[in-house]
């Protein structure tokens, strides 16, 4: 079994940054990708940032030169550091991940969830 705990959310006022962190335990070879996804209230979740099992990034629009994902792979932990924030980024932030098990199995977990509120 994994478990992928996150840590980091709260209140920031707009134009403020904030660090979420992700840290994944249990039987666990290595991740494969990892990724951070938001649900706002009344909308669905999204996508905001991943990085795939090639290395390659993705970014969506709204968080572009803002947001930057990152992942240390020894340590099985991901963050994403986040500047100039408006109040539209005001979510819950899910980390994800793909992680290759010690069984040689493959599988997806999310994290639980954490509050970000971006307000004055």
């Known amino acids: 079994q994994v478990q992928l705990v996150e840590s980091g959310g709260g209140l920031v006022q707009p134009g403020g940054s904030l660090t979420l962190s992700c840290a994944a335990s249990g039987s666990i070879a290595s991740i494969y990708s990892v990724g951070w996804y938001r649900q706002a209230p009344g909308k669905q979740r999204e996508l905001v940032t991943s990085?795939?099992?090639?290395?390659?990034?993705f970014y969506a629009d709204s968080v572009k030169g803002r947001f930057t994902i990152s992942r240390d792979n020894a340590k099985h932990t991901m963050s994403l550091q986040m500047n100039s924030l408006n109040p539209e980024d005001t979510a819950v932030y899910y980390c994800?991940?793909?992680?290759?098990?010690?069984?040689?199995?493959?599988?997806?977990?999310w994290g639980q969830g954490t509050q970000v509120t971006v307000s004055s």
């Open positions: 990085i795939s099992g090639s290395g390659a990034t």
């Open positions: 994800y991940g793909t992680v290759d098990m010690l069984t040689g199995r493959r599988n997806s977990y």
